[in-house]
C-alpha cells in the first residue's frame, strides 16, 4: 500500500515569534542596555519579515526564490527554528533529502519538541532508518498526542517489523484521533480499529401499579 507522505507548507510565518534572540536581564542603567538590545531586535524583526515574503515567494510559484528569502532570514537569526523548518520543507518538496534532514536537525536543536519537524525527518528517514524514525515519530507524539499521521507511520514501522500488537495500538490511537486514516491502515490491521457498536438501550420498563404485589 502507498505511504501517505504529508507535510505542512511553508509553516508559521504569520506566528513567527518576535523576540526569538534572548538576552540575560542586567542591572540599570537601561540606556546602554537598550542600545545594545536593539540590534538583535531589529534582526529577529527582520528575519521575521521575511519569513513572510517567502510564504507569498511560495504561494507564487517560486520556492526557489522563498528558499533565497529563508536563508537571509536565518543569516539574520540563526535561532529561527520556523526558518530552518520552512527551508526543510522546500528541500522535501523538491526531493532534496539530505539538505532536508540537515534544515529539520536544525530546527530541532532550537526545539527538539517540535512536531512537524519530528514527522517530516520520520518520515523521509523512514525507509532506510525505521528504528530512528520510530523514535523521531514517538517525540512527535509525546508533544502532540493527537498527530493521527505520526501515530499510522509509527504502526507501520511497528508491523514490519513484527510488533503486531504494538502496531494495532497505534493503529487505533490514529483512527481514533481521524477516522479518515482508516483506509490506510494495512487490512489485517482494519477490524482492530472498527468503533465499537453502540450498545442498544435497554428496554424500558413496565411501571408497577401501585399496591402491586408483582
Request: proline content about 10%; some cysteine; overall charge neutral.
Amino acid at each position: 500500500m502507498k505511504r501517505t507522505r504529508l507535510w505542512a507548507g511553508i509553516a508559521g510565518l504569520a506566528a513567527a515569534c518576535a523576540g526569538v534572540a534572548v538576552w540575560a536581564l542586567q542591572p540599570l542603567p537601561a540606556p546602554a542596555r537598550e542600545s545594545k538590545a536593539s540590534p538583535a531586535r531589529l534582526r529577529t524583526q527582520e528575519a521575521s519579515a521575511l519569513l513572510q515574503a517567502a510564504l507569498v515567494q511560495q504561494n507564487q510559484g517560486d520556492p526557489k526564490g522563498a528558499a533565497r528569502t529563508l536563508g537571509r532570514a536565518v543569516e539574520l537569526d540563526p535561532h529561527n527554528k520556523l526558518a530552518w523548518y520552512d527551508l526543510g520543507v522546500i528541500a522535501q518538496q523538491e526531493g532534496r533529502t539530505a539538505d532536508a534532514v540537515a534544515s529539520y536537525d536544525k530546527a530541532l536543536k532550537i526545539d527538539p519538541a517540535f512536531p512537524s519537524a519530528l514527522f517530516n525527518e520520520a518520515v523521509l528517514i523512514e525507509p532506510a532508518e525505521p528504528d530512528r524514525a520510530a523514535g523521531l515519530l514517538r517525540r512527535a507524539i509525546a508533544a502532540r498526542p493527537e498527530a493521527a499521521t505520526a501515530h499510522l507511520h509509527l504502526g507501520r514501522i511497528l508491523a514490519d517489523q513484527g510488533r503486531t500488537d504494538e502496531a494495532a495500538q497505534e493503529f487505533g490511537r490514529a483512527v481514533a484521533a481521524d477516522p479518515a486514516l482508516r483506509s490506510h491502515v494495512p487490512e489485517q490491521f482494519r477490524d482492530s480499529t472498527s468503533p465499537a457498536p453502540t450498545p442498544a438501550p435497554p428496554p424500558a420498563s413496565t411501571p408497577t401499579p401501585a399496591g402491586s404485589t408483582r
